[in-house]
């Protein structure tokens, strides 16, 4: 089976420093990965996605990843973050092969003091 | 605006009953998801369902079933509630369209359900 790792279960942050959520999968077939985010008390909502292409990945807010497959890594960064990026982060790898399951991983709280 | 709606935010309930949790979505997506979401945990898929009356199971299947009579609704039922099931319960939806991929594009706002 797939396993999605998040390494950083709590990350806390100034505003305006720059941010990097590892995520690591362990899968040997070609993936699509994904970002979602949990803002306080709001449902999850997609960030930004992976399928093919270019392996950086512009999503919304500013926020970017980088796949990089002989890493089996799909990082997540911001420059600079703001009080209002303070929510949980999901990275999740869905597989070719089985595409109608999805992978979530156990989450990164990122908290940014004003 | 796309809505995915799930009956109750809070639900108290004791052991051994049977719980139904629902689901209804306005968007028309024939692809349709429950997650169970708990701390150190992320999201675990318990089944989802392809197209009415269609299901297969996710990663964490027993002690659940699930019902989708209708495509705009799926139905979660935990069929004698025990107290390892209490948790964080989310429905999701996802547009077929895609071939590469159907991942959950939109997610409900969750529903607590606490088993005492």
């Known amino acids: 089976a797939q396993s999605v790792s998040q390494h950083n279960h709590h990350v806390i942050l100034s505003e305006a420093a720059s941010l990097e959520l590892g995520c690591n999968y362990s899968?040997?077939?070609?993936?699509?990965l994904f970002w979602y985010v949990q803002y306080p008390g709001q449902h999850l909502q997609l960030l930004l996605k992976?399928?093919?292409?270019?392996?950086l990945v512009k999503g919304i807010k500013g926020f970017e990843a980088e796949f990089i497959k002989s890493k089996f890594s799909f990082n997540l960064r911001k420059p600079s973050v703001q009080w209002s990026d303070t929510a949980e982060y999901f990275c999740?790898?869905?597989?070719?092969?089985?595409?109608?399951?999805?992978?979530f991983g156990s989450g990164t709280k990122l908290n940014v003091k004003p | 605006d796309v809505k995915v709606t799930q009956s109750s935010r809070y639900l108290v309930k004791r052991t051994g009953e049977k719980v139904f949790l629902e689901c209804v979505q306005d968007m028309d997506h024939e692809n349709m998801f429950w997650y169970r979401q708990d701390p150190g945990l992320g999201l675990r898929l318990i089944y989802f369902?392809?197209?009415?009356?269609?299901?297969e199971k996710g990663d964490i299947p027993e002690g659940y079933s699930v019902s989708r009579e209708k495509k705009e609704r799926f139905s979660l039922i935990l069929e004698s509630a025990s107290t390892n099931q209490t948790s964080m319960y989310l429905c999701a939806t996802a547009n077929s369209g895609d071939k590469y991929s159907n991942q959950p594009q939109h997610f409900g706002d969750g529903t607590r359900l606490s088993i005492l």
């Open positions: 992976y399928f093919s292409g270019d392996p």
């Open positions: 899968y040997g077939g070609t993936v699509n």
């Open positions: 369902s392809y197209d009415v009356k269609m299901k």
């Open positions: 999740a790898v869905n597989a070719w092969g089985d595409f109608n399951k999805f992978y």
